[in-house]
C-alpha cells in the first residue's frame, strides 16, 4: 500500500522530542548488571521478583533524575505548534514511565500534556517497542488508519514497530550516525525541523491549487530535454510555448480525461493521448496535465501521480512541459485530464476518409486489455466472490502493461512503412464502437468477420463471469488499422517481429455508414450497439 497520505504523528519521547542524552544509558546499565548485548527492559523483565523489583526502582530513579533536567530538542515546540494548526493530531509513545514524561513536559514552555492526542508509556498493558501493538492502539485512539500514522524516533525499535504496524516511519538521526539495524525507515530525517516538510506533503491539503512551495518541489525532478520547448511547467507558468520546427509541420492535439480507473491514473492518460495522435500519423511531443485531487488528498499523492504522469511520457518519447494540479471538492476521486501536442508532416497525415473500398481491416493484441485490467483493479472484491483466485486477478492487473495499453509502437512502425492509409485507436465503447465511428469518420460500410477479432482469455472469463460483451468493453491497447490489400502481409508481419500480436478482421466496404459481420460459415451476425461502455454495468460492492 503506497505511503503518500499522513493523518496524525507519533513521536518516540526520549531523544525525539528531548533532546538525546536525557538517559545515561552505560550508567544505568552499570548500576542493574545489564549485559551489553540485552536491552534493559527486557533484561529487568527477565529477572526473579524481588530482583526485578529493585531494578524497576534504579531505573526509575535515573528516569526522574533525568527528567528533572530535561530539555526540549530543537524546534519540538515550533513542531507541536504547526501540527496544531493544521489539526494534525499527535502523541507519544515511548519505553519511559508515563510520571516521567509528565515530569519532562514541564520543562517544555507552552506545551502541555493535554496537547497530545494520546500517551502511551510501559505503564500502559500494551506490549513495548519494537511490538507494533502500542503503535495501532495509538492509532485507534487517535482515530486514524494506522497506515496514515508518521512515527517518529531516533532508535530501531522505534521503527520496527512502526514497520510492523503498517505505519509510515521516520528515523531521527540528530545529526549523528542512527542505530537502523533491522528495519529500513521510510525517511531518514538529520533534524526534527525536518518533520514539517514532510507533513506538509503527506498531509491533506485544503482545496484549491497546490501550494507554489510544494508544487515547486514536485516538480523540481522533473528536466526538459527538448530544445523546441520554450516554456515549460513551472511554478507562476500559466501556458506552455513550442517552437514548430518546420513550417511543413501540422500541429496534431489532443485531450482526453481519465474516469473510469483511479489505480495507474498518470500512465492511463500519457498512453491514451499518445494512442489517438499516433493513430493520426503523429509523433506525439508535448503533454500537459490537469491533476484535480479531492479534499483530504496530499501533496506525495499529487506527487506520484505527476511522477508517473512523467516516467510514462519519458518511456514513449514524450516531454511534460505543463499542466494544472488542484484540490477541490467537485470530484470525489482523483481525476487527470492529459492534452498532447504532436507533429506530422501535412502529406503524411492520416485521414480516414483516405479509406477505399477493398482495404483491409488489422487489430493489434485483442479486445478489451484496458477493460480486463480495469475490472481487476477496480472490481476485484466482485470477481473473488464469483470465484477467480488471486493469481487471475494479477495476472489481468498486468495486462495494464503487458501487452500494454500503448499502441504506439505498432502505430509507428504502420507509419514508418508508409502501410497504413488509416487507424483508428479503440477506447470506451470497445470494438463494436470503434467500427462505428471509423465507419462514420470514413464514410464507408465495413464487413468483419466476427471470429477473426481477438479476444484474450482472461477477457473471456472475466467478461463471462460478470455477464458482459468484451466487444463493448473500454479497450485501448488496440489499434485499427486501415491498409492497401498489398501492404497487409508485409505490415503485419513487422508488428509480429515487434512483439506485438495482430489480426486481420475484415475490410473496408461501399460507401454508407454501417458495420456488417459474419460467422465462419460466412452467415450475418448482428453488430452488438451499445449506449455505454459495458464497464458502467458493473457496481463495486
Excluded at 508517473?308 to 514513449?316: A, D, P, Q
Aim: glycine share 8%; hydrophobic share 40%.
Amino acid at each position: 500500500m503506497p505511503k503518500n497520505k499522513l493523518s496524525a504523528v507519533l513521536f518516540d519521547f526520549d531523544g525525539t522530542l528531548t533532546l538525546p542524552g536525557l538517559l545515561d544509558f552505560p550508567a544505568i546499565r552499570a548500576a542493574l548488571r545489564c549485559p551489553d548485548n540485552e536491552t534493559i527492559l527486557e533484561f529487568i523483565s527477565s529477572l526473579a521478583d524481588v530482583e526485578r523489583r529493585e531494578a524497576n526502582r534504579i531505573l526509575e530513579d535515573f528516569e526522574m533524575n533525568a527528567a528533572r533536567e530535561a530539555k526540549p530538542n530543537r524546534r519540538a515546540k515550533e513542531l507541536l505548534d504547526f501540527l496544531k494548526s493544521r489539526q494534525v493530531p499527535f502523541g507519544i509513545i515511548t519505553r519511559n514511565r508515563y510520571s516521567m514524561v509528565l515530569r519532562s513536559l514541564e520543562n517544555f514552555e507552552g506545551v502541555r500534556p493535554e496537547d497530545f492526542a494520546v500517551i502511551l508509556s510501559r505503564d500502559d498493558s500494551y506490549a513495548p517497542k519494537p511490538d507494533p501493538e502500542g503503535i495501532r492502539v495509538a492509532a485507534e485512539q487517535m482515530g486514524v488508519p494506522v497506515e496514515e500514522v508518521l512515527v517518529v524516533g531516533d532508535f530501531r525499535y522505534d521503527i520496527q514497530a512502526g514497520e510492523r504496524a503498517g505505519a509510515i516511519t521516520a528515523l531521527l538521526t540528530n545529526g549523528a550516525p542512527a542505530d537502523a539495524q533491522g528495519c529500513s525507515p521510510d525517511y531518514r530525517l538529520a533534524d526534527l525541523h525536518e518533520v514539517e516538510p514532510l507533513v506538509r506533503r503527506l498531509a491533506p491539503l485544503p482545496p484549491g491549487k497546490l501550494p507554489n512551495d510544494l508544487l515547486g518541489s514536485l516538480l523540481s525532478g522533473i528536466h526538459q530535454t527538448d530544445p523546441s520547448i520554450l516554456i515549460g511547467p513551472g511554478v507562476g507558468q500559466d501556458a506552455a510555448a513550442v517552437q514548430i520546427p518546420r513550417e511543413e509541420d501540422v500541429l496534431v492535439l489532443k485531450s482526453d480525461p481519465i474516469t473510469f480507473t483511479t489505480d495507474e491514473l498518470g500512465h492511463y492518460a500519457v498512453v491514451v493521448n499518445a494512442n489517438d495522435l499516433v493513430a493520426a500519423g503523429a509523433v506525439p511531443r508535448w503533454f500537459l496535465a490537469t491533476l484535480l485531487l479531492p479534499p483530504g488528498s496530499s501533496a506525495e499523492q499529487a506527487g506520484e501521480h505527476l511522477w508517473t504522469i512523467h516516467e510514462t511520457c519519458r518511456s514513449l518519447g514524450i516531454s511534460l512541459c505543463g499542466g494544472h494540479t488542484e484540490i477541490t471538492p467537485t470530484v470525489n476521486q482523483p481525476i487527470v485530464t492529459g492534452s498532447l501536442a504532436g507533429t506530422v508532416v501535412r502529406t503524411a497525415l492520416l485521414r480516414k476518409e483516405n479509406a477505399s473500398e477493398g482495404d483491409r481491416l488489422l487489430v493489434t493484441k485483442g479486445v478489451s486489455v484496458e477493460g480486463t485490467s480495469i475490472l481487476a483493479r477496480e472490481f476485484a472484491a466482485e470477481l473473488k466472490r464469483l470465484g477467480v483466485s488471486d493469481d487471475q486477478l494479477e495476472r489481468c492487473r498486468k495486462l495494464l502493461f503487458d501487452p500494454g495499453i500503448s499502441v504506439v509502437t505498432e502505430g509507428r512502425l504502420a507509419i514508418e512503412t508508409a502501410s497504413a492509409v488509416a487507424m483508428h485507436d479503440v477506447t470506451e465503447g470497445g470494438m463494436a464502437t470503434a467500427l462505428e465511428e471509423l465507419s462514420v469518420a470514413c464514410r464507408h460500410r465495413i464487413r468483419v468477420q466476427i471470429d477473426r477479432i481477438p479476444v484474450l482469455p482472461e477477457t473471456r472469463d472475466l467478461c463471462g463471469l460478470l455477464g458482459l460483451d468484451p466487444l463493448g468493453l473500454i479497450g485501448s491497447g488496440s489499434l485499427i488499422i486501415v491498409c492497401r490489400p498489398s501492404k497487409a502481409g508485409e505490415l503485419q508481419s513487422k508488428i509480429r517481429e515487434a512483439g506485438v500480436a495482430v489480426s486481420e478482421i475484415g475490410e473496408i466496404g461501399e460507401p454508407g455508414v454501417g458495420v456488417e459481420a459474419v460467422n465462419q460459415a460466412g452467415q450475418p451476425i448482428p453488430w452488438p450497439h451499445f449506449e455505454a461502455d459495458e464497464i458502467t454495468r458493473v457496481s463495486p460492492e
